[in-house]
């Protein structure tokens, strides 16, 4: 949801509402089994083809809060910022046994289009710890140091030590030149 910083008058637009280029993805869970529905980018996000997206991502989080606003700074792997609004929509369910069906829905844009958005007030954007690091899916991050990690990276030799305990789930050996 956009709102303009200044009124002009009933009816009349803002000269900052000029479109915000959003990303959109829905995500469908039925059976607490989430399938990926529709996804689509004005932007130059780029989302997950195969293996799915991280779990760091805030449209998961979504389904923890249902029918709360959740927003995110995220930051991917090659330094560029997004900024994120997420929530659950429920729909059918109305009878004693109608089926329902959740859906997660989140809209983002480049950080930098963020300060126009009634949800980015109140949000150190700018903060050095604001964003969230993700990645396009686990199989393919580039962050080895990621406790959230679902399946181990496609490149690399995972490296398992019996007797020791790691803080990221899928440890990669270190190449030593």
């Not at 329902?100 to 949800?119: D, I, K, M, Q, T």
């Not at 679902?150 to 995972?158: E, I, N």
């Amino acid at each position: 949801m956009v709102r303009p910083r200044s009124a002009r008058g009933p009816g009349t637009v803002s000269p900052q509402l000029v479109k915000v280029p959003w990303c959109k993805y829905l995500i469908a869970v039925r059976d607490d089994a989430a399938s990926r529905g529709a996804r689509q980018s004005a932007t130059d996000f780029h989302f997950s083809r195969m293996g799915g997206t991280c779990p760091l991502w805030t449209v998961y989080e979504a389904f923890s809060a249902p029918g709360r606003i959740l927003t995110q700074v995220a930051e991917m792997p090659d330094g560029k910022r997004y900024f994120w609004v997420a929530r659950t929509l429920t729909r059918g369910g109305y009878g004693h046994h109608a089926p329902r069906a959740e859906f997660a829905v989140a809209l983002g844009c480049e950080l930098r289009h963020a300060r126009r958005l009634v949800y980015a007030e109140g949000i150190a954007l700018d903060g050095p710890r604001a964003a969230t690091p993700i990645g396009l899916g686990c199989r393919i991050c580039e962050r080895r140091d990621c406790a959230q990690r679902a399946r181990p990276p496609a490149g690399g030799r995972l490296a398992i030590y019996p007797d020791r305990r790691t803080y990221v789930p899928y440890p990669v050996e270190t190449r030593t030149p």
